[in-house]
Each structure stands twice: as structure tokens, then as C-alpha cells.
């Protein structure tokens, strides 16, 4: 069920008139369980089954580290927990992937079918709920939360409906203490709600189905187009991208708050970044903090020498790339932003020698520029992102900076810079929060009058064909 869709709408409503009708905080967190599971199960059945499973065995492990007064002990059962989690990961997300990978050099060699290629149904969000049980084992295990003793409000956390596919990363220390909160009906929370659910709702059908009627035609066959149309379809797989998941993210924290559930945010105007720094701390803010947190510091983040910074971040961001999907152009794509991250640190100390230099770059013409260059390489990025391969990718790289005239196919650019300009509007709104003070003022009927509007509007610009959410892949 898409949030998009009229079965998730139908869905929802049933959810949410059961949900405030019963006054008894621990049917509600049966009912949201049961929801969240038939939710999931109409994807595939027995993979909600996998999902109970492993829920249930981080539960056991979370009791026994915090009762276990051993430290050698408490180690061996996180390592149970690490290994089941990442192994599950691993199996269905990125086995065939190493598989074929063994393969491909061994073909060149002469060997045929060494491995058996492996036919494995990838559950939908693995990657987000996989680490969201392992930043509570890891929490539990570092004593910095205790366990969850109730075993439904630990499944709850893991398996809420509106974040279990795509996200956010939800952190068990701010969720788990919401669902032992007995929720109270408060009008301007479910107003919140909506506002978020309908943002969300216009980004998704009407900005990033709209977008990717460029972008998908381009990827597909770039060599049919000119140099001007695949300029236009990588620009639209930048927008595509961020409205598609940013629209998810407002839909999910929508209905959590709806629910009377707070979901941490994940955008903050990313695309207005000085620097690619800047970038991953407004970007899936909620992956960046996880990598942050669980991999980069341990790894021993920026202590010990530059060398060693380098290389933690090089492995974070490969690593981060490759958690997006089971593909080389996912590795090279973390890998080019880890590398990026390098070179901007490099770049703050190499500044720091010349005062003037600082002064000109911290200025307004100085930072647009910083933020213009910022944009072009992450939207150059997103080509590796996009790409089903290096060979499609080289061909868009190709046609980005050798100029090719004309081409085999046309791409209606007025209507995909009517978008782009319209999205780098709202953009700067958002980022002064103009849209907060401005729907603050507006009486309720004008509020609701412009609650129809953005839905119906999203109603009248998607594309006939709507499209899955692009992070529902990961």
C-alpha cells in the first residue's frame, strides 16, 4: 500500500477512527501492531513473518544484556544480535549481488556456473529496520537506554506502519517512551499532522512522478538524446529524488502525528548547502546521524591523526553507499562522497591560512557560489545513483560535457523548468520558513481551503502512471 494510493487512504482512516475511539493506551499499541503487520503484509506475507522473528530475538537480547552482570557475556549476545541482523541483511539484500560479483571474473577465466545464482525476494525497508535494531541493541548494550520489557511495545518501535518501509531511522530512545505516553486528541497536532501528509502527498505526485517522465527516459537510453535533454533529465533526477523521498518522509511523519507519535525529520533544505559537509548533516539526516554514530566514531571518527579521519570517512561513506543498494554504482557513489567530504576538509584547513580568502567565501556571493558548486556536484553524484550501470553512466557523463546536438528524442523543457524553478522557490521559503509564519496567520478556513488546493492539485498533476517511492529499493 503506497501513501499515495486509495487503498492506504481507506486503510488509514479505518486505523485512525479505531485508534481515538479506544480510550485504553495498551489496545491502541495492539491495534497499531496489528495494523502495522497486515500493513506490511501485503507486500509478502511470510517476510512479515522474517520481520517478527528477528524483532523478537533482539527483544530476548536486550533483556539478557541488561541482566547479565558479565561483560564477556554481553559481548558474545551483541555479536548474536549484529551477526542475526546483518546476516538477514545480507542474505536477502546482498548475496546474489557477491555472488555475481565472484562470478563475473571467474566466467572470464573460463569457469562456468561455480555458484548457484540465487532467486532471493528482498524485503521492503530491510536496510531501515536493520538498523534500527541495532542502534537499540548497541544503545542497551552501551547501558545508555535500559531494555523494553513489554515485548508489543518493542514491536511497535520496529514495526510502525508509518516509518517500517523508508523511514525515518526512528532511535529507540525517543520512540519507545512515546508508546508507554498515553496519547491525548489535540486539534493542533492533527492539523500538523495534515499539513505534513498533504506536503507530502503534492511533492510525491505532483513534483517527483512529474520529474521522473524526464528522468527515466534519459537513464533508460541516454545515447537517444542531446547534450541540453540529458542536462535536463539528471536536473530532474535531483529534484525527482529529493521530492520523492522528502514527500515519504512528510507523509510518514504525518500520520504519526495523527497517530499523536513524533517522527525526527529528515530534510532540511539540502540543496541550499554551502558545502557537502553541510549536505549530509540536512540529507537523510537520520541515516547521516546513525553512520555517524554506529560507524564512523567507533571506527574512532575524527580523533588520532588526518590520515585516520580520511580513512574512517572513506569507509563510512563506501559503506553507506553500498547500504543503499546491493550495486558497484552504489559503491562508487559513497565512495565519491566520502572522498568529497575529504577534500572539503582539506580545503577548510588550506583556507585557513588565508583570512581574506575565508572572508570572500563566508560573503552572500561567495557562499551562493559555494552553494551553486555544491548543488552541481551532488546532482552530478545522483548520476551514479541513478544509473543501472557504469556503462549507462558513462554515456551520461558523455553526453554532459561533450556537446551533442539534437538527438533521436525531444524533451518538453518548458514544462521541467515551470518545476524546477517552482521547487528552488519553495526551497528558499522553507528555509527562511516562510510557509510556517505564512499558514500560522491564515484563518481555518483559509487554512482548509489551501489543504484542498494542494491536494487537489497533486490530484490533477500526477502523471497517470504513479511510481513506487525510489527508497523503497532500499
Known sequence: MLFCSESFLIFFTIVFTLYWALRSNSLRVWLLLIASFLFYATWNKWLAVVIALSTLMDFVVGIVMESSGSP?????????????????????????????????????????????????????????????????????????????????????????????????????????????????????????????????????????????????????????FGSYAVWIGTLAYTVQIYCDFSGYTD??????????????????????????????????????????????????????????????????????????GASWTFIAWGLMHGLLLIAHREFQFFTRQFPGLVLALLSVPGTIARTFVTFLVVSLGWILFRAPS????????????????????AIPEVSFWITFVAVAFGHILAQRACWKRWLSRLPPPALGLYYATIVTLALLLSPADGKPFVYFQF
Open 72 to 224: 564477556l557475556r554481553r559481548k558474545l549476545v551483541l555479536a548474536l544480535s549484529l551477526t542475526g541482523n546483518l546476516g538477514l541483511l545480507v542474505y536477502f539484500k546482498y548475496m546474489k549481488f557477491f555472488i555475481e560479483s565472484i562470478q563475473s571474473p571467474l566466467y572470464a577465466l573460463g569457469f562456468d556456473n561455480v555458484f548457484p545464482v540465487m532467486q532471493v525476494i528482498l524485503p521492503i525497508g530491510i536496510s531501515f529496520y536493520t538498523f534500527e535494531a541495532i542502534n537499540y541493541t548497541v544503545d542497551v548494550y552501551r547501558r545508555r537506554i535500559p531494555a523494553e520489557r513489554r515485548l508489543t511495545h518493542f514491536m511497535l518501535f520496529i514495526t510502525f506502519f508509518p516509518h517500517l518501509v523508508a523511514g525515518p531511522i526512528v532511535r529507540a530512545r525517543d520512540f519507545l517512551p512515546q508508546v508507554a505516553r498515553m496519547k491525548r486528541w489535540d486539534w493542533a497536532r492533527i492539523q500538523l499532522g495534515a499539513q505534513f501528509f498533504a506536503g507530502g502527498l503534492f511533492k510525491k505526485m505532483a513534483i517527483a512522478d512529474r520529474m521522473a517522465l524526464f528522468a527515466d527516459p534519459v537513464f533508460a537510453s541516454p545515447s537517444q
Open 390 to 409: 557504469f556503462e549507462i553512466a558513462d554515456v551520461v557523463f558523455q553526453r554532459l560535457f561533450i556537446p551533442t546536438k539534437g538527438g533521436a528524442v
Open 251 to 324: 507523509m510518514a511523519l504525518g500520520c504519526a502525528h495523527l497517530l499523536g507519535y513524533k517522527l525526527a525529520p529528515n530534510f532540511r533544505a539540502p540543496y541550499l548547502s554551502p558545502n557537502v559537509s553541510e549536505f549530509w548533516r540536512r540529507w537523510h539526516m537520520s541515516l547521516s546521524t546513525w553512520l555517524r554514530d554506529y560507524m564512523f566514531i567507533p571506527l574512532g571518527g575524527s580523533r588520532g591523526s588526518d590520515l585516520r579521519t580520511c580513512r574512517n570517512l572513506l569507509v563510512t561513506m563506501t559503506l553507506g553507499g553500498l547500504w543503499h
